[in-house]
């Protein structure tokens, strides 16, 4: 079987980085991108497995050049993993207008204009493929100081659900929602923008010590992330979602179970507001 082609966004660190690493390791080749691409290093990359090249998700040119550089090199892209993106921390009232709009501006329009390109590709070049959206455990449950970031990651997992029911059969595209728990990466640490300035009404939260603490005490491991992520680009049939770690893991199904109880609780309620005599369509 030929090498699998996979553009990557992000790649400077974290599972991005450990991505690109697994899909050499595997035979296959890779786009990797970031903003400054000049700064990438691969022990496995080579010039005829790899191209390293420039890609600000939030600008729309430059995400036109990244795919037409690896198409001109590689003739096709068959998995797309939208990876770029941080965590931005902080009580709600606490954040910026311009922290709120650059969260939402980079983790959820930039990866739906990166992917609204990466379904244009693959559906000209008929080739079809996957594409992979990093979103989080907070793309389904809240988590207090991460409310715009868990509003981006909600809002891709809606938008990735809808979209998939959109795609004709015979184009052969996927998506997987891909939901990480805690991993040992710079998400927490370097990585992480926080609120600039602190409403003093919430002096019960101390959202810098709260992620200083869990900065390298993650259950998960980045490299293992990083094969999860490759079994599942390249699985016949791809999951719309897939929960990746034992802490998410756990959190899902607590939610899952509170969420069902909550809508058996009032089942009355929500039923109780039909036209009488309404029939629903068979």
């Not at 599972?15 to 691409?37: M, P």
């Not at 927490?188 to 709260?210: C, L, Q, V, W």
């Not at 980045?222 to 699985?235: D, G, N």
Request: include cysteine.
């Amino acid at each position: 079987m030929a090498p699998r082609v996979f553009l990557i966004t992000g790649t400077s660190t974290g599972f991005g980085s450990e991505l690109v690493n697994v899909v050499l390791q595997h035979g296959d080749y890779v786009v990797a991108t970031a903003r400054k691409s000049s700064k990438l290093s691969f022990p496995s990359a080579n010039s005829s497995n790899s191209l390293l090249v420039d890609l600000d998700v939030t600008d729309k040119t430059s995400i036109n050049a990244a795919f037409d550089a690896a198409i001109k090199k590689f003739k096709r892209i068959d998995v797309v993993v939208n990876n770029a993106g941080y965590g931005l921390s902080g009580e709600f009232e606490s954040l910026s207008e311009k922290q709120i709009r650059t969260q939402m501006e980079v983790n959820f329009f930039g990866l739906i204009n990166v992917t609204r390109k990466a379904m244009e590709v693959m559906r000209d070049l008929k080739t079809g493929g996957v594409i992979q959206q990093v979103t989080s455990i907070g793309g389904q449950v809240g988590v207090p100081t991460l409310s715009i970031y868990c509003a981006s990651k909600w809002a891709v997992e809606g938008f990735t659900e809808a979209v998939q029911q959109e795609v004709k059969p015979e184009w052969g595209i996927k998506f997987t929602c891909i939901e990480p728990g805690g991993f040992r990466t710079d998400w927490a640490g370097r990585s992480m923008d926080f609120a600039e300035n602190k409403n003093p009404a919430y002096d019960h939260i101390n959202s810098k010590e709260t992620m200083g603490k869990r900065h390298g005490t993650q259950a998960g491991d980045p490299p293992k992330a990083a094969q999860a992520f490759y079994e599942l680009a390249i699985m016949e049939n791809p999951p719309l979602r897939c929960i990746i770690g034992s802490d998410a893991y756990a959190r899902i199904n607590k939610k899952l179970e509170d969420y069902a109880q909550n809508v058996r609780r009032f089942e009355k309620l929500s039923n109780s507001t039909d036209v009488d005599g309404y029939k629903a369509p068979s």
